[in-house]
């Protein structure tokens, strides 16, 4: 994938995020998901090892669109995949059946990155690190009024609506990183530095540049 300087478009949402919570604890973000190729990533930092949680709970019978997830570790310059998942409906209150989630008893320490999106194809992440992309890239983009997601019910019609409802616990300095327009990896991933040096100066936390998941 060719390499784009950061935007300045891009570089000043990233610095006009003025919300950066240096506590840790419990961050929702909701809106809407346009396309099927859209996705929210919203960037985090885990202070120490703990209990973390996160999830949707905006698929609603059917009534939103499927979604799946994926978090990611920085390492260096780009960030490496902890875990996909799509459907897990267990991690909370107030989740529907196909709605994801993940939690951990003990995450450690380090910048990450949680990516939701449209089921569109397993695996979602075309790899074991961002740079490598999503199995969605270089297709063209549909609104979700009028795509038929592959858990599409074509008798009930549904999965059309466009909602999202993410919610974050145990996290530190949580916020929306780029949403919804796909923009490339190289310019996403520079903008996480800049986002991920914001939150650890906000919180006095330093993370080394390198680190193993």
Known sequence: MPRHPLSAALLGAVLSIGAVNA????????GDLRNNTD????AFDVPGGGEVKLWTDSWNNGQNFDPISVLWRQSGADYVRVQEVDDDHTIAAGQGFYDTGMAFGLLAAGHYLYTVGAS???????????????A???TTPIPIALWDQPSYD???NDQKGSLYSIHLS????????????PTSVAMMLAGLAIMGGIARRRSGVNHPSEVAV
Not at 120 to 134: C, H, I, K
Request: glycine content about 14%; charged content about 15%.
């Open 23 to 30: 506590e840790a604890g419990a961050f929702n973000f909701s």
């Open 39 to 42: 996705r929210i990533n919203i």
């Open 120 to 134: 569109f194809v397993e695996p979602f992440a075309r790899g074991n690190l961002l740079s490598e992309g999503y």
């Open 136 to 138: 969605q890239d270089g």
């Open 154 to 156: 074509i008798n009930a």
């Open 170 to 181: 145990g996290v530190q300095g949580a916020a929306i990183a780029a949403v919804p327009e």
